[in-house]
């Protein structure tokens, strides 16, 4: 089993950063893919970017190439995801989620056998 809590969100302005964390406990070994998705209302939950366990591959979706950043610590089992340059349109809950099969970065909801319970980020225009 493993639990994922995010925290970070809040309410920001367009052009604002916040830095979101998702901190991982139980058998975090077995965690090899933590992704950052978003679901904004009435829209499907979204990956918006991914990373390996051990830091070495990483994907971001499209819209946030360039303004969001993943990383990791290993020796605190948290992913972080930094997002800059805020628009309206990032307005969601931003979720993590683990991927506890070994293999290439899934970008759909339904492949990640665990997630966090969402934190929500508003950006105000």
């Known amino acids: 089993q493993v639990q994922l809590v995010e925290s970070g969100g809040g309410l920001v302005q367009a052009g604002d950063s916040l830095r979101l964390s998702c901190a991982a406990s139980g058998h975090t070994d077995g965690i090899y893919i933590t992704g950052w998705f978003r679901q904004a209302p009435g829209k499907e939950r979204e990956l918006v970017a991914a990373?390996?366990?051990?830091?070495?591959?990483?994907y971001y979706a499209d819209f946030v190439k360039g303004r969001f950043t993943i990383s990791r610590d290993n020796a605190k089992s948290t992913v972080y995801l930094q997002l800059n340059s805020l628009y309206p349109e990032d307005t969601a809950i931003y979720y993590c989620?683990?991927?506890?099969?070994?293999?290439?970065?899934?970008?759909?909801?339904?492949?990640?056998?665990?997630w966090g319970q969402g934190t929500q980020v508003t950006v105000s225009s």
């Open positions: 989620a683990a991927d506890v099969t070994l293999g290439t970065i899934k970008k759909i909801a339904s492949e990640y056998s665990y």
């Open positions: 990373i390996s366990s051990s830091g070495g591959r990483t």
